[in-house]
């Protein structure tokens, strides 16, 4: 049996205009806005290790 990695709570302060555009894309994919940032953070990071 697997136990889900501990996860740490991190507050962002981000402009009005891209909370709302984050809302938007996440809402047309399904997904609450901050598990999309999530899925987007991870994505990023993936990729730069891929390039160090």
Known sequence: MSFP???RL???RL???TLE????IAAKKG???STLM??????RLSEER???
Request: charge should be positive; proline fraction near 4%.
């Open 15 to 17: 402009e009005q205009e």
């Open 50 to 52: 891929k390039k160090a």
């Open 31 to 33: 997904l609450n806005y």
């Open 38 to 43: 999530r899925m987007w953070i991870t994505e």
């Open 10 to 12: 991190v507050a962002l």
């Open 21 to 24: 555009a984050l809302q938007k």
């Open 5 to 7: 990695k501990p996860r």
